[in-house]
């Protein structure tokens, strides 16, 4: 056991990732595939089968643990219950007409879907893009491209995105500032989704064929449960805070209610019975969901527990690898591999954030957070395991390829762009 000692902690950590991400090619569930590692990891670092069983239980009673899994939990309760009472086509239905321009008006519907994170929500919004695309010219890869790229701009910032709320909480952040910094990403994103479009013509010679109405009222009486959950939960949130600072989950209770308050809204205007609520919040779906990011924070607590994180620290230091490397390149890799957000944040960072902690830079987190999240959601953008990518492309009946030559443009620029920002925000921010 001692020769194990003698491998570099990077390369224990290297093996600890190949045992994970062979898991995920073999179709291991991410759940499982999570808790695998957690159990290598505490291996190949010393510590005993009993000392890892302590440490994933306290990981799992951590109050930070049941607030994260009770919000994503809340979530998918909210995707589904608009999803079934059939209220997110009614609002798509009543934003038709409202935006005379088709080229917004084909990139809007995608995006308004992925306001909520729905796994494989680009099939949700596939249709409308296809209806809409109808005799403007477009190539089933560029439909299928719209469809895919526009409903993903909203990762790098939304605060319903289980991404965004698992980043803020292992590097303790605020969330409301964090989602301000990393909002301009999203803009970037939706300017950049164009560029593949360019080419194409006849854009506006395409008038609508059925009279849409087009009063805002509707609209806005179908987007009341979001509005419910985004800005009462962050103002609750920063209430909270200020007045129970020393309550550690005093910002996540704020969207605890909210997303609450929105539930209830959508099953009282949509008449769900008790049938129907059971069958919805007992399904596999949030069940699974619930174990992913137990099992992440499994592995970040036996990360720190097993001190690989100290270790992996020290050794990069004496390499002298730039510290903006390792943040663009491991959750890039990650997010490639998985295809999947949460495994990118949730392997990434408990090795990233002591990393940026040693290197003596703390009071540029949220840069470098808003790094990881580009350079990984960039992974995962072009990863052929990406769900919403395989079925939007089975819609469209086209090809990965097709679709790709025009992904890896805005991508690119995605990434370039983060490169940018965070140098800009690096030096003007304190």
Known sequence: MSLLYDIPAVIRVLVVFAVILLAIHKKLALGHSFILGSVVMGLVFGLKPPAIGVSMVQSIVYPKTLSLAIIVSLILVLSNSLEQAGQMRRLLFNFKGLIKNPKINLVIFPALIGLLPMPGGAIFSAPMVKDLGAGLNL??????????????????????????????????????????????????????????????????SRKSEKKMASSLSPFLRELTPILIVIFPGLILGIILTALFPELGIAKELGLHISLCFGILWVWLVNRFDLKRVIRLLTSFQIINMIYLVASILIFKGILEQSHAAEAIAGELLQMKIPLVLITMFLPFLIGVISGYTLAFVGVSLPILIPLIHTYG??????????????????????????????????????????????????????????????????????
């Not at 895919?148 to 939304?158: A, N």
């Open 139 to 204: 190539s089933r890869s560029k439909l299928s491209y719209t469809n895919y790229w526009f409903r993903h701009i909203w990762e790098y910032c939304w605060p319903l995105y289980p991404g965004i709320l698992l980043s803020s909480i292992l590097a303790n952040l605020n969330i409301v500032y964090f989602v301000l910094f990393a909002f301009p990403l999203t803009v970037i994103a939706y300017l950049l989704g164009y560029l593949p479009l360019r080419s194409s013509q006849n854009w506006a």
């Open 361 to 430: 830079e703390s009071s540029h987190m949220y840069s470098y957070v808003m790094l990881v999240m580009a350079c990984g959601f960039a992974g995962v953008l072009i990863s052929p395991l990406h769900l919403c990518y395989i079925l939007s492309n089975q819609y469209f009946e086209t090809k990965m390829s097709s679709v790709y030559k025009h992904l890896w443009i805005p991508t690119l620029g995605i990434v370039i762009c983060a490169v940018v920002y965070f140098h800009l925000s690096y030096r003007l921010l304190i």
